[in-house]
């Protein structure tokens, strides 16, 4: 049985190239590259401590500058580690100081789901760049209120869907513009690991916890971005927990089946109980997939024709943060704006009715 963090660390490092080049990365000749950006992390949990802060040290266009934590025994940790310095240190109450520190350009915001709107808006009202990590937030209320107080204060907003920024990802993407297997019919998409344990945020219902906003994301975006379309309802969908006792807030396991105008017809699968992961999507002249979809490492697939989806990437994370950066920088848009977070979240509120009601909802 695989724990959250083996599934999430599966990976194939084949290649010892940090390919960190995409669709923002062929601008050297630009002078703003010249200035690395600095991000602050928002909450110092496994995500920040094992996955962002590492690979803020492989960027090329962004560093760690600053942290903001409720836990002052962490700080001689991370700053021993990473060398921050005491006036880019701050606490929960006070982050809106972060206004007037010209080496923070980024707050990225890693606390629990349900407290990311709360500080992707102080955030935004420093006037900072905001990354706010998957998913956006609660409900699509909290998502719109977040992306008004970017645009209020005229910064930047990425959500943090490190599979849109993985390049073997993007072929799936592509797929969907340019249909090289025929239009679409189906699709397939399950992600889910065997977690265990029985206590903190994941398995409190006001927090976010629960399979569908946890791992559920992962699949609502992916069958997004394989259709390339918004689908018009839920067909049908379920939550449960075969492990009661340690799901009393929240569901162990979601299953949906979504319906598309053109017809596409997509069923999606996550759960914190089972083990699964993989996307299939299935054309009228051929199918593809990747399997695993979504993990922190070794993303591949492969077509009925025999090509292989393949492409390696040294760390999603850094590619992301780096992509995000260029953004900045160049002042283009950002890869996955608020927009994209919130569509999905007001499809994950669709399939709870769905599931609650036991009804198809129109989305």
Same mark, same amino acid.
């Given at each position: 049985?695989?724990?959250? $963090? $083996?599934?999430?660390?599966?990976?194939?490092? #084949?290649?010892?190239?940090?390919?960190?080049?995409?669709?923002?990365?062929?601008?050297?000749? @630009?002078?703003?590259?010249?200035?690395?950006?600095?991000?602050?992390?928002?909450?110092?949990?496994?995500?920040?401590?094992?996955?962002?802060?590492?690979?803020?040290?492989?960027?090329?266009?962004?560093?760690?500058?600053?942290?903001?934590?409720?836990?002052?025994?962490?700080?001689?940790?991370?700053?021993?580690?990473?060398?921050?310095?005491?006036?880019?240190?701050?606490?929960?109450? @006070?982050?809106?100081?972060?206004?007037?520190?010209?080496?923070?350009?980024?707050?990225?915001?890693?606390?629990?789901?349900?407290?990311?709107?709360?500080?992707?808006?102080?955030?935004?009202?420093?006037?900072?760049?905001?990354?706010?990590?998957?998913?956006?937030?609660?409900?699509?209320?909290?998502?719109?209120?977040?992306?008004?107080?970017?645009?209020? @204060?005229?910064?930047?907003?990425?959500?943090?869907?490190?599979?849109?920024?993985?390049?073997?990802?993007?072929?799936?993407?592509?797929?969907?513009?340019?249909?090289?297997?025929?239009?679409?019919?189906?699709?397939?998409?399950?992600?889910?690991?065997?977690?265990?344990?029985?206590?903190?945020? $994941?398995?409190?219902?006001?927090?976010?916890?629960?399979?569908?906003?946890?791992?559920?994301?992962?699949?609502?975006?992916?069958?997004?971005?394989?259709?390339?379309?918004?689908?018009? #309802?839920?067909?049908?969908?379920?939550?449960?927990?075969?492990?009661?006792?340690?799901?009393?807030?929240?569901?162990?396991?979601?299953?949906?089946?979504?319906?598309?105008?053109?017809?596409?017809?997509?069923?999606?699968?996550?759960?914190?109980?089972?083990?699964?992961?993989?996307?299939?999507?299935?054309?009228?002249?051929?199918?593809?997939?990747?399997?695993?979809?979504?993990?922190?490492?070794?993303?591949?697939?492969?077509?009925?024709?025999?090509?292989?989806? @393949?492409?390696?990437?040294?760390?999603?994370?850094?590619?992301?943060?780096?992509?995000?950066?260029?953004?900045?920088?160049?002042?283009?848009?950002?890869?996955?704006?608020?927009?994209?977070?919130?569509?999905?979240?007001?499809?994950?509120?669709?399939?709870?009715?769905?599931?609650?009601?036991?009804?198809?909802? $129109?989305?």
């Amino acid at each position: 049985m695989l724990n959250r $963090r $083996r599934f999430l660390k599966y990976s194939s490092l #084949s290649s010892l190239s940090f390919a960190l080049g995409n669709c923002f990365t062929n601008q050297k000749n @630009n002078p703003n590259l010249n200035k690395k950006i600095g991000v602050a992390l928002v909450g110092l949990g496994y995500y920040s401590r094992d996955l962002l802060a590492p690979a803020l040290q492989l960027t090329e266009y962004c560093h760690l500058a600053g942290i903001v934590t409720g836990s002052p025994e962490k700080i001689p940790i991370w700053q021993k580690k990473y060398g921050i310095k005491e006036t880019n240190i701050y606490n929960y109450e @006070n982050m809106y100081q972060i206004a007037d520190n010209d080496e923070i350009d980024v707050i990225y915001i890693v606390v629990p789901t349900g407290l990311h709107a709360k500080y992707a808006i102080i955030a935004a009202n420093t006037g900072k760049h905001v990354w706010c990590e998957k998913p956006m937030a609660m409900n699509v209320p909290e998502c719109q209120s977040i992306i008004d107080a970017c645009e209020k @204060n005229k910064v930047k907003l990425s959500i943090g869907y490190r599979m849109q920024h993985e390049p073997n990802t993007q072929t799936i993407i592509e797929y969907a513009k340019t249909k090289p297997y025929g239009n679409i019919q189906t699709v397939e998409a399950f992600a889910g690991y065997h977690g265990g344990g029985g206590s903190g945020w $994941r398995f409190q219902k006001n927090m976010g916890g629960g399979a569908l906003y946890d791992m559920g994301v992962y699949t609502i975006n992916g069958i997004r971005y394989a259709t390339g379309e918004i689908p018009i #309802s839920v067909k049908s969908a379920r939550q449960y927990a075969n492990r009661p006792a340690l799901f009393k807030e929240v569901d162990e396991t979601s299953e949906y089946v979504l319906e598309f105008e053109s017809g596409i017809i997509a069923k999606g699968k996550t759960s914190v109980g089972e083990n699964f992961n993989h996307l299939k999507v299935q054309c009228e002249n051929g199918d593809y997939e990747l399997s695993p979809m979504q993990a922190y490492g070794g993303v591949q697939g492969k077509t009925s024709d025999g090509t292989l989806l @393949n492409k390696p990437i040294f760390n999603q994370q850094a590619r992301q943060m780096d992509n995000d950066a260029l953004a900045i920088l160049n002042n283009k848009p950002v890869l996955v704006p608020g927009i994209e977070g919130l569509k999905d979240i007001r499809i994950l509120e669709a399939i709870k009715e769905a599931a609650t009601k036991g009804i198809s909802v $129109r989305i």
